[in-house]
């Protein structure tokens, strides 16, 4: 064996010579953060640590819950607040710097990203989460971790899968049936893993239609391996692990934290017993050994990295995932004058909220805070007044408190230019861990919203939360709305940049904000009854349950203004190749142009609607994106390419993706609900629908062209005269039907029939 710390273990040589105990040994940890080292062999323990938007490396301290310090890391913005960006590049050069720092502080894998769907606004873990949709959450999570894997550190993709609820997480079963898992909850999943291999990915806590996912043999082997060609390592979630030898065989390679003397010697005793076949075990050994010797280079050249040049990354990321909800007669940027007032309004000015709380807790490594930044960016001779309008002390609220505090803000209010407002959802109100029970802001910042709007009608509110929350009851009240997410440790600064205009907002909504939690199709299920969740709404999660049902929304998923506008023309749609060749591809050319007086970046949006489905679809869904950054004026040509799986729907029937064929509506725009064109092309497909027998319906037989035809012959039994009977007996078994007297269909002939087809 070769001394050099970066050279590749000869992993065949290895798992000749490791003992069973030693095996066993390697597939847990050796304690929270740690793989197992085998000393005699030279095979080094590799060091692990959390979290999707900083590294949260404790070197000599264990906690899943963000509870100890950390070495200082850069804070980016949540995924929440990145997932607004809808930019790939960003997220690659997040990726990039994530990476870095995880090898700079001698860590092999970063626990992350996080790409679970967010199926309720009120699950507290949704700031870790990317979108409620799986392609843009799919293409955005490649990036990153292309980007980080980039720099010689692997990932882990999590949580996998259904985990979308904080509340009894560790033992609740999702129901889901297989066509909302192949749909919603697992492209995400697909899309990283063949796209771009993440090195580890890592199990969910609950159980999923009543396995646990650490023994869910269908989802670790069947699905992640042998459909999507997984290479890399799975691990367990922190405490996922409730029967060690149950979810090695299901396909989890490593136990994290380990229950060492317990799990281990499960394993041992299931190999003498010749329970455990050598091959498993040695199948997932080969694992470890690979994941231990492909962070050896990075290992042993941690490299460096610039916190400066990461905190502008982070700043600039701040900046692309703001969105700009609302802007009544372009009350921002503002414009600040000599001799201006600005008032600040708003605990969260002074004392930020920018990340979230639970394993994802970074220690930063700088805090910008906007008031600070305000002040100095507005210049000496224009005067920033403070006001904190109210207590985000543990969430508690004191009434008589805030009414002072509330007093105080709105005279400062009345004699102001410009009032900003910054809102939000304290710590305390959501975190990994649990849920909320609602999503609308503290009562003391809604009464404040309305007391400043009673004095001053430019109000602009300025948002820090890590998952929507409801603007409804008192967005009349205020002019402007930016929601900024949880921006990371330069969201300060970044906010001011957009207040004053030095950075346009281009954030688009990657998750729709609801006029009132009630209209969720979630609602009913959510989290569910005592150790089960049945997702009831099946596929229609976010904009696909609001737009099937025609229910108004605040803020649709998708949409974000900027301070210039943007004109969508020139679509055009070309199809080549077909569904039933598995070459189809579908071109959509679009032309984007800026068309007002400041650059800015438009994100266009193709959606795909399945017009006449034999199984219930959504009305549009995002198919393909890019954002285009414009100078004033500028126009840039767009081409985007769909191939089958953008028309496709999982057929339970079949077991596979399927393309019906017949009319389909592409529509580009700027969001899912501002589609500045909309065109309908048809596609030619093999039929999917289940071939005709005597149990067809009559209306199944004569929508069957070949049914059809000889059920018609010689102009066919008398019934088909009346349209009306046939409407009316259509729903019924050909063979049901031939028992009926008089309606001109007997046994025999039915048999004659079918025979036929
Ligand atoms: C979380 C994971 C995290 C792990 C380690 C768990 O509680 O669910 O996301 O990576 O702890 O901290």
């Not at 071939?691 to 062209?705: F, G, Q, R, V």
């Amino acid at each position: 064996m070769s001394d050099r710390q970066d050279a590749p273990l000869d992993i065949d040589a290895l798992l000749n010579e490791l003992t069973v105990e030693e095996k066993a040994s390697l597939c847990l940890g050796s304690d929270f953060w740690h793989t197992a080292p085998v000393e005699g062999l030279q095979i080094p323990a590799i060091m692990v640590a959390d979290g999707p938007h900083g590294l949260r490396a404790q070197l000599n301290e264990a906690d899943h819950i963000g509870l100890s310090g950390s070495v200082p890391a850069t804070c980016f913005p949540t995924a929440a607040a990145m997932g607004s960006s809808w930019n790939r590049d960003l997220f690659r050069s997040v990726g990039e710097a994530l990476g870095r720092e995880t090898r700079r502080w001698g860590v092999s894998v970063l626990l992350g990203p996080g790409v679970n769907m967010k199926r309720s606004p009120l699950c507290g873990r949704n700031f870790e989460y990317i979108s409620e949709d799986p392609w843009l959450t799919g293409e955005l999570a490649t990036a990153i971790v292309v980007g980080i894997q980039g720099q010689g550190v692997g990932t882990s993709l999590k949580h996998y899968a259904a985990n979308n609820q904080e509340h009894d997480r560790l033992r609740v079963s999702a129901e889901v049936d297989e066509r909302s898992l192949r749909e919603i909850y697992l492209p995400a999943f697909e899309r990283v893993v063949t796209q771009a291999q993440p090195w580890t990915v890592m199990c969910a806590y609950n159980r999923l239609n009543g396995t646990y996912a650490s023994e869910h043999h269908w989802l670790l082997t069947e699905v992640l391996r042998d459909e999507w060609g997984f290479e890399g390592l799975v691990v367990s979630d922190w405490g996922a692990v409730h029967d060690r030898f149950a979810a090695l065989k299901a396909g989890l390679d490593l136990e994290m934290p380990p229950a060492l003397g317990f799990s281990d010697a499960a394993l041992v005793a299931a190999s003498r017993t010749g329970e455990l076949a050598d091959e498993v075990l040695d199948a997932s050994v080969r694992r470890v050994l690979e994941l231990v010797s492909r962070s050896q280079p990075a290992r042993a050249e941690p490299g460096s990295f610039d916190e400066a040049e990461h905190h502008a990354l982070a700043r600039r990321a701040a900046q692309e995932s703001a969105v700009l909800l609302k802007n009544d007669g372009a009350v921002l940027p503002l414009q600040p004058s000599p001799g201006m007032r600005i008032a600040v309004i708003g605990e969260f000015a002074r004392t930020p909220r920018f990340q979230g709380a639970g394993s994802s807790q970074v220690n930063p490594t700088r805090v910008d805070v906007a008031l600070e930044e305000l002040v100095a960016a507005a210049g000496s001779d224009v005067e920033v007044v403070f006001e904190p309008g109210f207590g985000i002390e543990d969430g508690k609220t004191d009434a008589e408190k805030d009414a002072e505090l509330r007093r105080s803000a709105v005279e400062l209010a009345r004699k102001a230019d410009h009032v900003l407002l910054f809102l939000g959802l304290p710590g305390a109100a959501e975190s990994e861990g649990f849920d909320r029970t609602h999503i609308d802001l503290p009562d003391n910042q809604v009464a404040l919203v309305s007391a400043v709007g009673a004095v001053h009608d430019r109000a602009v509110a300025v948002l820090a939360n890590g998952s929507a929350v409801r603007v409804s009851t008192w967005q009349h009240h205020v002019a402007g709305i930016l929601e900024c997410w949880l921006g990371g440790q330069a969201a300060g600064a970044a906010v001011v940049d957009l207040l004053l205009g030095a950075a346009n907002p281009s954030g688009k909504l990657a998750e729709t904000i609801p006029v009132r939690l009630e209209d969720c199709s979630s609602y009913l299920n959510f989290p569910g009854d005592p150790g089960v969740v049945r997702y009831g709404e099946g596929i229609f999660i976010g904009y696909r349950g609001y737009d099937a049902c025609h229910q108004p929304v605040s803020y649709p998923f998708g949409f974000g203004l900027s301070y210039t506008t943007f004109r969508i023309d020139d679509v055009d749609v070309a199809v080549a190749g077909s569904v039933a060749d598995g070459d189809l591809e579908v071109r959509v050319r679009a032309t984007v142009t800026n068309t007002g007086a400041v650059a800015g970046a438009e994100v266009v949006q193709i959606y795909v609607g399945d017009v006449d489905a034999s199984v219930a679809r959504p009305v549009r869904e995002l198919k393909a994106f890019e954002k285009v950054l414009l100078d004033p004026g500028e126009s840039r040509q767009v081409m985007l390419s769909l191939d089958d799986r953008s028309f496709a729907f999982w057929s339970t029937r079949l077991a596979r993706w399927a393309v019906e064929a017949g009319d389909f509506e592409i529509s580009v725009g700027s969001s899912s609900r501002d589609l500045a064109v909309t065109v309908t092309i048809s596609l030619e497909a093999p039929s999917v629908a289940p071939p005709l027998n005597a149990d067809s319906t009559l209306h199944e037989w004569l929508a069957d062209p070949r049914g059809r035809e000889l059920f018609t012959a010689n102009d066919g039994p008398p019934v088909l005269q009346d349209d009306e009977l046939v409407k009316v007996i259509g729903t019924m078994p050909m063979s049901t039907l031939a028992a009926f007297p008089g309606l001109g269909i007997d046994h025999a002939t039915l048999e004659h029939l079918v025979r036929q087809l």
